[in-house]
């Protein structure tokens, strides 16, 4: 089994993200370890809740220099929700607090023209194919809980429509970073959990 290191910075529901890949095969461990953390074949970020306060968890348990260096190892590493956004360089949500700054996008509040935050299925839309996304439904339904979102930038691979596009799936090497939840997006977010298992997987095979 791969395995799959799921950051254990004491705040949200860590432990859902951790399921869901076990669901789809790893070896799953929601963890603040450094040691197993850099043996992992692959690392997760998620998040759910406030930027500022996510980030400060993350910089106390000392995770924040943990992330960064299972970046720039070349392992595959996945952010989730608020674990995107903490991956941006800095949120309108908490002012002066900057990101891990993995993208250089800013996180910004979604149109006031909607309602927020969007609690919806929406469906994906595919700028440039990744293997994250592949093999899923067309079209793709995904489940979203958020206020903020990623600014417009290359590193966009998919949006969704919601009083405009709205970033959805941020990729850089390595890293990828979904608004959604794949842990609650049904049978084509357990895809896309599979999906970056067996990336994974075929990195630690010639790491």
Request: charged fraction near 15%.
């Amino acid at each position: 089994m791969t395995l799959v290191a799921v950051l254990d910075y004491e705040i949200g529901n860590l432990r859902s993200a951790q399921k869901a890949l076990q669901h789809v095969g790893a070896d799953a461990r929601l963890t603040a370890d450094r040691a197993l953390i850099a043996e992992a074949a692959g690392v997760v970020l998620p998040g759910v809740g406030n930027f500022g306060r996510c980030m400060e968890a993350l910089e106390r348990t000392g995770l924040a220099e943990v992330a960064l260096d299972a970046v720039a190892s070349g392992r595959p590493f996945l952010g989730i929700c608020v674990g995107m956004q903490l991956l941006c360089a800095a949120s309108e949500e908490s002012p002066g607090r900057p990101g891990l700054g993995v993208f250089p996008n800013e996180v910004a509040w979604l149109p006031p023209t909607v309602k927020r935050p969007q609690m919806q299925w929406n469906v994906l839309d595919i700028a440039r194919p990744t293997p994250l996304l592949d093999g899923l439904d067309d079209p793709a339904w995904v489940y979203f809980v958020h206020s903020f979102a990623a600014a417009a930038s290359d590193a966009v691979v998919a949006t969704c429509d919601y009083g405009g596009p709205v970033t959805a799936v941020l990729e850089r090497g390595n890293v990828v970073a979904t608004q959604f939840h794949p842990e609650k997006s049904g049978h084509n977010g357990l895809r896309m959990l599979a999906n970056f298992v067996a990336a994974a997987a075929a990195h630690e095979a010639v790491r």
